[in-house]
C-alpha cells in the first residue's frame, strides 16, 4: 500500500504571510496532484505535476514535484483568506487504479 | 449545473438499514469512483468502475456494493449500515482518456448512521 504523508496537518497563519505544505512518500508515483476542498463541497483539482523536478504556478500557488518522484510541496505566497482550506496531495501509481490521497492539510488564513 | 451530482446530500439512518447513495455525471467520462472521508483518516477508496461491466473493489470494500447502471450512474449501497460507516462520502469521475488520473468530484452525501 502506497502511503502519502501531509505536514504539517494544521496550520493558521496571518494575512500576506508565505507557507509550504509537503507531501512525502516513500513510493515512487507515476504523477502527483493536488486539490483543494472547501467545507461542504468536494475536492477540486489544482495541478498536476508529472516530471520530475518539475515546478508549476499556480498565480500564488508553486507546486514541486521531486526529483525521485516520491515527494512535492505546494508554496504559497502572501496568502489570503481565500486560501484558506484543505489541501490534498494525492498520488497515481498506475492509471489502472483510483488515487492515493494523503489526510490533508487544513489552512487557516486569518485576515 | 453540476456536472458530477450526489443525492442525497444528507442522510440519518438506524443501524441495520439498508442505504443507496446515488451518483450522476455529465462529463462523460468512462471511470467513476467511490471514496469515503473520515476525520484524520482522509480520502479512501471503496469501489471504482471503468465502464458498465467493469467492477472493482478498492482499499476498504467491506460492507458496501456498488452497481453501475449506465455509463453516466454510478451508485453505492450500504446493505446493512452500521455507524462505523457515519462518514461524508464521495463519488468521483475521470476520463478514459487522460493518462494522469485526474478526478471531478461530486459534492458528497454526509451519512450518519445512529
Known amino acids: 500500500t502506497q502511503l502519502l504523508e501531509q505536514s504539517p496537518q494544521f496550520l493558521s497563519i496571518q494575512e500576506g504571510e508565505n507557507l509550504t505544505v509537503y507531501c512525502n512518500s516513500s513510493s515512487v508515483f507515476s504523477s502527483l496532484q493536488w486539490y483543494r476542498q472547501e467545507p461542504g463541497e468536494g475536492p477540486v483539482l489544482l495541478v498536476t505535476?508529472?516530471?520530475?523536478?518539475e515546478v508549476k504556478k499556480l498565480k500564488r500557488l508553486t507546486f514541486q514535484f521531486g526529483d525521485a518522484r516520491k515527494d512535492s510541496s505546494l508554496h504559497i505566497t502572501a496568502a489570503q483568506p481565500g486560501d484558506t482550506g484543505l489541501y490534498l496531495c494525492a498520488g497515481d501509481a498506475s492509471s489502472a487504479d483510483g488515487l492515493t490521497f494523503g489526510k490533508g492539510t487544513h489552512l487557516i488564513i486569518q485576515p | 449545473d453540476a456536472d458530477v451530482t450526489q443525492t442525497p446530500r444528507n442522510r440519518i439512518t438506524k443501524t441495520g438499514k439498508r442505504i443507496m447513495l446515488e451518483c450522476s455525471q455529465t462529463?462523460?467520462?468512462?471511470?467513476m469512483y467511490w471514496y469515503r472521508q473520515d476525520p484524520g483518516l482522509g480520502l479512501r477508496l471503496i469501489y471504482y468502475s471503468f465502464d458498465v461491466k467493469d467492477i472493482n473493489k478498492g482499499e476498504i470494500s467491506d460492507g458496501y456494493s456498488v452497481s453501475r447502471q449506465a455509463q453516466a450512474k454510478f451508485s453505492l449501497s450500504l446493505e446493512s449500515a452500521i455507524p462505523n460507516q457515519t462518514a461524508l462520502y464521495f463519488c468521483?469521475?475521470?476520463?478514459?482518456?487522460?493518462?494522469?488520473?485526474?478526478?471531478?468530484f461530486g459534492p458528497g452525501t454526509r451519512l450518519t448512521v445512529l
Open positions: 505535476v508529472v516530471t520530475g523536478g
Open positions: 462529463k462523460g467520462h468512462d471511470r
Open positions: 468521483a469521475t475521470s476520463d478514459i482518456g487522460t493518462f494522469y488520473n485526474e478526478q471531478f
